[in-house]
Structure formats: structure tokens, C-alpha cells
């Protein structure tokens, strides 16, 4: 692993991860930090699998701009980690987390930073745009996660799915003291996992809709917009869920509320093993998906949910 390193001149840390799939974006993406009120930051930049590429020395000085190229593969869990303890061991106030294919209001540095004064996680706006940028869906949150502009959202809002995401959130690590956050590898939603256990922690997350992040829509999202469940989609989130509950519990192993979604979820897997139940469980979950969901990851209810539908 390669450091291209640059002395720390902020408290803020942005922080984002770069693989060769998403290049392309990452000008606008960096077109949008240069434009922002408040400058008073420096970015992290992990490349993941860019080993030779001569892209870095491409860019100018505008930014503050420490680069981690990486020669060896981490998980993605892994990558994140990383990035938070990186922060920790430079004395970091603030991360703002980022996405390097998606891009930001002007604004989002300086609200963010403005939040994390009076409270430890802040989570922004996200209008979902096209791969050409195109708008989609704006106000996504709003509408979709039916979150209230100036609330606070506890573990309770993200048992059963995700509303905090890692391209429109900041958290104030001074402040909540963690010597590190222990997200474990092999797990594919990392940010309802980070999240999870900060809120679990008793660090409640503030939303704002003063700034937004610009979410890009491409074949490289774990979640993405509302979906539309088929069997094998269907199977592959419920094992993303039960792995959530799982490694959760062994960090939380006498939280009562986790080891029962988990028994909850293993229950629903042995139910969908039977071809008739998987067919009308899939008919009640698209025929009801715009109740139903509410989050990332919150298309999948309980077996016991279920049958409230049925």
C-alpha cells in the first residue's frame, strides 16, 4: 500500500473510496468539494485496485488530498474501517463521509460541520440523479424514508432498515470518544452496520434537508432506489439481513431487540424454502412495497409482519 500524504491542515476529514468502475465521476465529484463555502477540510482518498494508475498525478492542488493506493484487496467493510481509524489516529474532529461517484451541494462542508456543533451524526437530503446526472428523484429521504427535516432518529427507526447512508452523513468522532469502531469484514451494508452501533451507543442522528447529495444511480450500488424484488434478489438480501443481525449480536450479545430480529429472519428463511410460500411472500412484498418500505434494505419484512398482510 502506497501513501501519497500531505500534512493535516483541517479538523474535518472527507473521505471517500475510488475504484476503477467509477473514475469517470470522480471529477464531478471533485468539481463539487472545490466549489464549497466552507474549504476548511481535507479529503482521503482510498483507491481500491487503481495499483499504476497514473490518475493522481493528473490533479492539481486545489484540494488537500491524501491518497491511499492500495495494492492488495481489502472488503469494502474493510476499506471503511480503515478510512474511520485513519481519522482517529490523526486527531480528526469530523468525518464527512462521501461517495466518489456522487456529487454535493455547495453547502454540504459547511451545514454539516454547523450540525456537528450541537450533535454527533447529522444525515443530509439525497436527490437521486442518473448516470448522466439526470434528475430522478429528488427529496429520495423525504419521500421515501418519511424522515422530518430538523428530527432526531434513534436504533428504533433503523432496526428492520437503513435511512443513513455513506454519501450524506458526517459524524463528530471527537466528541464520542470511540478509539475505534469495530465494523467487522464480510458484510455488505456497512453503512446500516456503522450506523446501527453508533445508535446503539446512544449517539442519536440529526436530519437536514439545508444541503443534499447528489445520489448517482449506477450498476455499482449495493442498494439504490426502491426495488422490485424477484426470487433470487429476494434471497440475497434476507442472507444480507441475517448476517446483519448476526455479527451485531456479537457485539451486542445481551441486546434483546437484535437476537430477536435475527431468530425472526432465520424463521422467514426456512418458511421461503418452501416454492409456494417464496411465490406469496414475492406477490405481498411488490404488491404492498410502497408501505412496506421505508429504508434500505426495508423491503423484507418478518414472517410474523407478514402476516399481517396475508
Known sequence: MRIVDKKKCHNTLVVGVLFPQI????????????????????????????????????????????????????????????????????????????????FYSNNRIEISKRCLE??????????????????????????????????????????????????????????????????PDGIVATDWWLFSYLLSNNHPAFFTNRCKSFYRQTGFNVAGSVPVLDGPLLLSRLKLKINHYYTLHQV????????????QYCLLEAELSNRQFLNKYLKMINRNMKHIYDGWW?????????KKYV
Open 23 to 102: 473514475i469517470k465521476y470522480y471529477l464531478d465529484y471533485r468539481k463539487s468539494l472545490v466549489n464549497q463555502t466552507d474549504t476548511s477540510f481535507d479529503v482521503l482518498i482510498y483507491c481500491d485496485q487503481l495499483v499504476g494508475n497514473t490518475f493522481v498525478e493528473t490533479l492539481d492542488d486545489t484540494l488537500n488530498e491524501i491518497w491511499i493506493i492500495n495494492d492488495k484487496y481489502r472488503s469494502p467493510s474493510a476499506i471503511r474501517r480503515y478510512l474511520i481509524e485513519f481519522a482517529i489516529e490523526r486527531a480528526y474532529d469530523n468525518i464527512v463521509f462521501s461517495d466518489c461517484d456522487d
Open 118 to 183: 450541537s450533535t454527533n451524526i447529522v444525515f443530509n437530503e439525497l436527490d437521486l440523479v442518473a448516470e448522466d446526472s439526470t434528475p430522478l428523484s429528488p427529496g429520495f429521504c423525504n419521500e421515501y424514508f418519511r424522515v422530518i427535516p430538523g428530527s432526531y432518529y434513534g436504533i428504533d427507526r433503523i432496526k428492520n432498515g437503513n435511512i443513513i447512508g455513506l454519501s450524506n452523513s458526517a459524524i463528530n468522532i471527537k466528541k464520542m470518544g470511540f478509539p475505534k469502531v469495530p465494523i
Open 252 to 263: 451486542f450479545e445481551t441486546t434483546p431487540w437484535i437476537a430477536d430480529y435475527y431468530d
Open 298 to 306: 426495508s423491503e423484507l419484512v418478518t414472517y410474523e409482519e407478514y
